[in-house]
């Protein structure tokens, strides 16, 4: 994290594609662009696909800037949201018959305390100087990777459970209980 | 639908931003985010917390061809929605409501409107005791007016143009608050004024529904309304 994002007035960008001005759009487009890409390959996997999700996320940001209200957040962080919901829409339509996501409540009320039997490590070099890495330090290593393979891979809970070998209920368990966790912690 | 959330949702509000979710549940939170600010906003401290790990991924330069191509997406979208201003909208067809379902909501939809309607009908020789303006459940734009001169006698009159697919027809009913069910009033010509006798039913009393349902050409075959509500209101003493 860099203070770049900081330089560019992302609310004054959208308030001009609001307007209709097209140079707003290759403004944010120049600017974010690659970031964006990123985010959304890293959750599809798929260079071609990222590419139209960045396409579809860029006429979607274009087409609801008129909707975003400073008041209520922050646009950059709103328009990062856009490509990533359309990321993980895509991805969770094109997975619909391979991921199987149970939704059997006695899934989730298996043991929270699975431990794994080496010692886990940090799957990401997550520290970016926010108030809420406070709060994810206190998590419980495996917990924090399940979170954040979630939302930097865009790994379902199967998949969580996959990767990190952690049984389906218990990875449903710990990330909702790390929520919760770290709700009250930023509060 | 406005009142504090429960852990639960906080937590699905939290899944929801993390991505955990299959289709079918980002479905239906999408769909409640529509009407639950208290959720939305959830869903929003949830993107705030957690957008600065968008950061752990590495930044990917595009390919020389996507700007061009979202830019001619753009021009194409821009010229579809100025072609779109000079083509007439679509008639819709709206989707079966639960019969009876959302006869209140819009029966003060058609009180909001009277207004407006009574100074269009004030050149009507008597001057009427009851009054329902019929709207699409939909749209909520108003399609008929029936006036009563008095408790026996109404007067159906069409606010404009309404096509009725090859085969169906307008059915008129109507539903006092305590009988069981509603009557049919007959079937009707869109745009043609209709008047009636109610001489075979109780007196016409406030708050009575009315409504034109779309049935078969020989109109409903059960007697009972079939298809979906077209317009719908309820009688307003004035």
């Known amino acids: 994290m860099t203070d770049e994002s900081l330089e560019f007035d992302h609310a004054s960008v959208l308030a001009k594609c609001a307007r209709g001005e097209h140079d707003a759009l290759h403004q944010l487009y120049v600017y974010e662009g690659a970031r964006l890409l990123g985010v959304v390959l890293r959750i599809v996997k798929d260079r071609g696909m990222a590419e139209d999700i960045v396409h579809d996320a860029c006429l979607n940001i274009w087409q609801r800037a008129n909707s975003f209200d400073p008041a209520k957040g922050s646009a950059r962080t709103w328009i990062f949201s856009v490509a990533r919901h359309q990321a993980l829409n895509a991805i969770r339509y094109r997975d619909r018959e391979i991921t199987f996501d149970s939704n059997d409540p006695t899934d989730i009320d298996l043991d929270e305390h699975f431990q794994h039997s080496s010692v886990v490590e940090d799957a990401f070099d997550w520290q970016t100087g926010q108030r809420m890495d406070d709060c994810l330090h206190q998590l419980e290593t495996e917990r924090r990777n399940c979170v954040l393979h979630a939302y930097v891979d865009g790994l379902s809970h199967a998949e969580i459970s996959a990767h990190t070998g952690a049984p389906l209920g218990t990875v449903k368990a710990w990330i909702k209980r790390s929520l919760l966790r770290l709700r009250e912690c930023m509060a | ?238």
Not at chain 2, 62 to 87: F, G, K, M, Y
Not at chain 2, 127 to 150: C, D, F, H, R
Not at chain 2, 174 to 181: G, I, M, S
């Open chain 2, 1 to 238: 639908m406005t009142g504090p959330l429960d852990q639960d949702d906080y937590a699905l509000a939290g899944e929801y931003v993390l991505g955990t979710l299959s289709l079918a549940q980002r479905k239906a939170v999408e769909a409640r985010l529509k009407h639950e600010p208290e959720l939305l906003r959830a869903v929003m401290a949830w993107e705030e917390r957690f957008v600065p790990y968008t950061a752990l991924t590495q930044p990917v330069r595009p390919s020389d061809s996507l700007w061009p191509r979202i830019e001619r997406s753009l021009n194409a979208l821009h010229d579809s929605q100025s072609a779109s201003v000079t083509t007439p909208p679509r008639r819709r067809w709206v989707t079966q409501l639960p019969f009876w379902q959302g006869a209140a909501g819009i029966g003060m939809a058609a009180a909001l409107v009277m207004g407006v309607m009574l100074s269009q009908v004030s050149t009507a020789p008597t001057t009427p005791e009851y009054m329902v303006v019929l709207l699409a459940p939909q749209s909520q734009s108003a399609g008929w007016v029936v006036q009563a001169s008095n408790q026996q006698q109404i007067e159906l009159i069409p606010l404009g143009t309404f096509e009725v697919p090859d085969g169906k027809a307008l059915e008129f009913w109507t539903k006092a608050d305590e009988w069981q069910a509603p009557v049919s009033l007959g079937l009707v010509e869109p745009g043609q004024p209709i008047r009636l006798r109610l001489d075979e039913l109780p007196p016409l009393q406030d708050n009575q529904l009315f409504e034109l349902t779309l049935e078969d050409d020989t109109g409903s075959p059960t007697g009972l309304p079939t298809g979906p509500i077209q317009f719908i209101g309820r009688a307003v003493e004035i």
